[in-house]
């Protein structure tokens, strides 16, 4: 095994003629790599919660939201899913009595998702937790962290993300 | 829809008295986003090659490797991910007739996988045009990709993949 797997791919990008395109190879493989050392860590934390980070973010959107639910499109443009991937989330936080879903006041055709007092704990306290391990831990320097939010920032601007 | 649902996030986060764990959870949700934009531009550059990134990564380790052959079990040590998704990449690039299955010589508990010559062009092909389309690609500022590979570098570090 090579020290750095990734440094090791750039080497052979490089080697075969591929200079232009190695550093952003290095990058793009790296992005990949990180968002799944990452989510590895936030999962390991929200498991004993009986959620994953998908529904935590529902969960979280309901928490902040100013009556504490939620149209279903509004969830999906939100998080930036598939609505598919939305549907499920609320399938199973539902199934877990954490939310529950009701038809939407004046759209036949939609659907609210409204946070039930359960789900406001878990909410609580999977966030104490997360916090507590893993957001406010120091995994790299704070003026790095700043720095990876801005570059990203730029990805995700020219993605049209905001 | 507030102008950035991370920035938005973060704002929350910091009213709620979690302004220690407020830029983490910042970044680890654009490292989150991050990948998926990414991850989303090189699928759609390797669909028309009919493959898939987990399997693309399998190609060019074999590419790349001496005799354009490895065993199962490195596959998967050097590509970090679980053997049942190596052995799914390899059941798919099998079954298009870009990879095949040989026993190991010296261990039969072991698997080698070789890279077959159409293995080997769509692997050329798919690299020509992520190159051109993805990895050469101006999508953030030469300096601030070489940054970004440093940064994440560190979250590998720690997370000891070298």
Same mark, same amino acid.
């Given at each position: ?9 750039? !080497? *052979?990008? %490089? ?6 395109? &190695? ?7 790296? @992005?990949? #790599? ?43 443009? !939100? *998080?930036? %899913? ?6 499920? &989330? ?7 009595? @954490?939310? #529950? ?62």
């Amino acid at each position: 095994m090579p020290s750095d797997p990734i440094a090791e791919a750039h !080497r *052979l990008w %490089v080697a075969h003629g591929w200079a232009d395109a &190695a550093d952003g190879m290095a990058a793009i493989t790296s @992005l990949m #790599r990180a968002q799944q050392i990452v989510l590895a860590r936030v999962e390991a934390v929200l498991k004993p919660h009986g959620i994953t980070f998908a529904r935590y973010e529902v969960l979280m959107l309901l928490y902040f939201s100013r009556r504490h639910s939620l149209p279903m499109t509004f969830i999906g443009e !939100r *998080l930036q %899913v598939h609505p598919t991937s939305v549907t499920n &989330a609320v399938d199973r936080l539902q199934a877990a009595a @954490l939310v #529950r879903r009701t038809p939407h006041p004046h759209d036949r055709r939609s659907t609210i998702v409204e946070l039930l007092p359960a789900g406001r704990e878990v909410a609580e306290a999977a966030t104490a937790d997360l916090n507590d391990q893993v957001f406010g831990a120091p995994w790299i320097k704070p003026a790095e962290i700043t720095n990876l939010i801005e570059v990203i920032a730029q990805i995700r601007r020219q993605a049209g993300d905001f």
